[in-house]
């Protein structure tokens, strides 16, 4: 059974750091895309951040210079570094797998951003 658990949320100040981690599980974790999703309050969900199983990164314009994805093949983890957070950052961060037509999710962790 795949399973993606994230971990690292929690309230943090504007100008903050955070790292979220998720750990994967049932599946071949080398050989696939990994990506970070957001949800904020009253909208859709958005990608964040991604980096294939070359190592290949792409990031949303709204976080780039500010967050970075990593991968530890190891470990079957994949990090999202958070830096100089702002409160617009706030929200529901969902981590994703994603290997042809197989698409999986994990539950999220939450991220609040505020003085």
């Known amino acids: 059974q795949v399973q993606l658990v994230e971990s690292g949320g929690g309230l943090v100040q504007p100008g903050g750091s955070l790292r979220l981690s998720c750990a994967a599980s049932g599946i071949m974790f080398s050989t696939y895309d990994m990506g970070w999703y957001r949800r904020r309050p009253g909208k859709q969900r958005a990608l964040v951040a991604r980096i294939t199983f070359g190592t290949a990164t792409d990031y949303a314009d709204s976080v780039k210079g500010r967050f970075t994805i990593s991968r530890d093949n190891a470990k079957n983890t994949v990090y999202l570094q958070m830096n100089s957070l702002k409160p617009e950052d706030t929200a529901v961060y969902f981590c994703?797998?994603?290997?042809?037509?197989?698409?999986?999710w994990g539950q999220g962790t939450q991220v609040t951003v505020s003085s």
């Open positions: 994703d797998a994603d290997h042809l037509f197989y698409n999986y």
